[in-house]
């Protein structure tokens, strides 16, 4: 789903895969992270063995498959992508984890959406690079065990906390993602729109910046509806100035600090249906016609951290500042 800044279709992929970065030096922001990766890659290239097993959380578009693919990059390793979802049943994973070759990076994006008897799996591959395989049905079952080669697994996450324990106990070294500053995502930007060929001042980089969600895979993407802007409607040489930057972002219902419609669907419910609420994730979730799991690792975390929604036992709750934001007088306001 575009909207929650995940890829919209196989061309945004394809350019989102141009725009990464492939090494950990290029990698912008989350300093601490990349001096903790770094560590993990050059003790393991020491040593000469594969690193150790690496899960990475946060919410979608932070850099967590560009992670996965330094990690194969800089190690020299090949690297297999899969995700959750692909993996319904154990036999899945068992065939996913005899077919890797020595070394190999694996990445399975979504790690907590694998089935339940795939993950059990999961627990003694990485642990001992073993599996058992389960043939026939009822009295006459057997398993076979199955060496496997190392591997090392990067898993990655928009909800660690859904993900049982004794999975996350297995990796050696977990991360948590966090929202760019808007230094930081010029800084993408910056290096994105030399890729793209496009002519931005600072202002104008900024001002992108600012609309971006804290996500560099969104302002990758407002990047070039500024580009086609300029391709459509011109400019001084091809240059997107300020007012270019606002005019795109805003005909893409981009408002002034980067929410978008689907975020300002949930203020405005929980606003004016619930009268700011507490109400309950689910019926929020209905009331705006999104899945409550988009809501809770897509929606929230960014609403929650600009301070505009607030998590009591009872539910969901709206601030003074959405109620600001969204120019709605405040109950307490009008009591004054
Ligand atoms: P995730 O897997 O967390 O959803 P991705 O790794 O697919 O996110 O990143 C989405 C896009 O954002 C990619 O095009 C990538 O180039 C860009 N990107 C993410 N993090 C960074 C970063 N730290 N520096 C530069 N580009 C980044």
């Known amino acids: 789903d575009h909207r929650n800044g995940e890829p919209a279709d196989e061309t945004e992929l394809a350019i989102d895969g141009a725009l990464r970065p492939t090494s950990l030096a290029e990698f912008v922001g989350q300093q601490k992270v990349r001096g903790q990766l770094q560590l993990l890659l050059d003790a393991a290239r020491i040593q000469q063995r594969s690193p150790d097993h690496i899960l990475l959380s946060g919410p979608p578009g932070l850099g967590k498959t560009t992670l996965a693919m330094i990690v194969a990059h800089e190690s020299g390793r090949p690297l297999r992508l899969s995700s959750g979802p692909a993996i319904q049943h154990a036999g899945d994973l068992a065939a996913l984890l005899s077919s890797l070759t020595p070394g190999e990076v694996l990445f399975i994006d979504e790690v907590h959406r694998m089935a339940r008897a795939a993950e ?5 591959a990485m642990e001992d690079f073993r599996i058992d395989i389960m043939v026939g049905k009822g009295a006459g079952a057997t398993s076979i065990p ?46 994105s729109a030399v890729m793209l060929g496009v002519t931005l001042p600072s202002a104008a980089r900024g001002e992108i910046a600012r609309r ?14 500024v580009r086609d802007y300029v391709i459509v409607h011109g400019g001084a040489e091809g240059e997107a100035d300020i007012a270019t930057v606002g005019a795109a972002l805003d005909l893409y219902d981009v408002d002034a600090i980067g929410l978008d419609r689907l975020d300002r669907s949930v203020l405005e419910a929980l606003v004016r249906r619930f009268r700011g609420g507490p109400v309950g994730l689910n019926t929020l979730a209905v009331t705006v016609g999104e899945e409550s799991e988009t809501i809770e690792s897509v929606v929230e975390p960014y609403l929650v951290r600009i301070g505009f929604m607030g998590r009591t036992p009872r539910g969901r709750i709206a601030t003074p500042e959405a109620y600001a934001h969204l120019r709605i007088p405040h109950a307490e306001d009008a009591l004054r």
């Open 120 to 124: 059990e799996m999961l627990y003694l």
């Open 146 to 191: 199955l060496d496997l080669a190392p591997f090392t697994l990067v898993g990655a996450t928009t909800r660690s906390g859904l993900l049982p324990n004794p999975l996350r106990d297995r990796f050696g070294f977990t991360a948590h993602l966090e929202y760019y500053d808007p230094a930081e995502l010029e800084q993408v930007i910056e290096r």
């Open 212 to 225: 971006s969600r804290g996500t560099p895979r969104i302002a990758n993407r407002l990047l070039r509806r």
